[in-house]
């Protein structure tokens, strides 16, 4: 499986940004799709995730801001992120599985950085 990010980018505080992810290949192995985030010198944030039948979860930091929408017929998932902060700044990288617990493909990450 092969997972292609966009989207990223510089955005001011109070701003908007969509991330884009499209998986190829053994796609048939993918249930959950998602993103997580890295920062250096911190753990790797998991955003949020969607599964194949809308089921989402998202980190309680992002939570009333951002929103994962998925495209099963075009093997897609989308973040939305409202409001951000300067927080958010971060690589943002996007994951998918067999399951919400198995993060087993990693695709490379798109940076999005946040100015205040």
């Known amino acids: 499986v092969q997972l292609q990010a966009s989207g990223g980018g510089l955005v001011q505080a109070g701003g908007s940004l969509r991330l884009s992810c499209q998986a190829s290949?053994?796609?048939?192995?993918?249930?959950?799709m998602g993103w997580a985030r890295q920062v250096p010198g911190k753990q790797r944030e998991l955003v949020a995730r969607?599964?194949?039948?809308?089921?989402?979860t998202y980190a309680n930091s992002v939570k009333g801001r951002f929103t994962i929408s998925g495209d099963n017929a075009k093997n897609t998932v989308y973040l939305q992120m409202n409001s951000l902060k300067s927080d958010d700044t971060a690589v943002y990288l996007c994951?998918?599985?067999?399951?919400?617990?198995?993060?087993?493909?990693w695709g490379q990450g798109t940076q999005v950085t946040v100015s205040s």
């Open positions: 994951h998918a599985g067999p399951t919400l617990n198995i993060l087993r493909f």
């Open positions: 969607i599964t194949d039948r809308g089921t989402t």
């Open positions: 290949g053994s796609v048939s192995a993918i249930n959950v």
